[in-house]
C-alpha cells in the first residue's frame, strides 16, 4: 500500500518559514519524481514545485527564488522549504509522486495534505 504523509505545516507570520516533510513507503522512492501541489480556498490546484530522481528541480514563477524542494532517497523523503513566507502561500499543501523518473505531468499518488496558513 503506497503511503504519503506530509508533516511540518502550521502557522507562521508573513516573512517566515517553514519546512514540510513528505515520507513516502510502499513505493521504489528514488526512481520516481516528486512534486508538491497546493490549493487554496476558491482557487485552482497549483503545482509549487517538483524534482526528478536525479535532482532536476523546476518552481512555479510564484514561488521562485523562496521555496526550494529536496529529496533524501535513503529516507524515502521529499522536503518543501518555503521561506519569505507571504500570505497568499495560505493553502493546502499536497506531495505528490509521478509515474517516472521526470516530471511530465501524470500523478500516481497524493498525500493527504498538510495546512500551511501565514498571516500578515
Known amino acids: 500500500q503506497v503511503q504519503l504523509v506530509e508533516s511540518g505545516g502550521g502557522l507562521v507570520q508573513a516573512g517566515g518559514s517553514l519546512r514540510l516533510s513528505c515520507a513516502a513507503s510502499g513505493i521504489i522512492f528514488r526512481i520516481r519524481a516528486m512534486g508538491w501541489y497546493r490549493q487554496a480556498p476558491g482557487k485552482q490546484r497549483e503545482l509549487v514545485a517538483t524534482i526528478s530522481s536525479g535532482g532536476s528541480t523546476n518552481y512555479a514563477n510564484s514561488v521562485k527564488g523562496r521555496f526550494t524542494i529536496s529529496r533524501d532517497n535513503a529516507k524515502n523523503t521529499v522536503y518543501l522549504k518555503m521561506n519569505s513566507l507571504k500570505p497568499e502561500d495560505t493553502a493546502v499543501y499536497f506531495c505528490?509522486?509521478?509515474?517516472?523518473?521526470?516530471?511530465?505531468?501524470?500523478?500516481?499518488?497524493w498525500g493527504q495534505g498538510t495546512q500551511v496558513t501565514v498571516s500578515s
Open positions: 505528490t509522486g509521478a509515474s517516472g523518473s521526470r516530471w511530465t505531468g501524470p500523478v500516481d499518488y
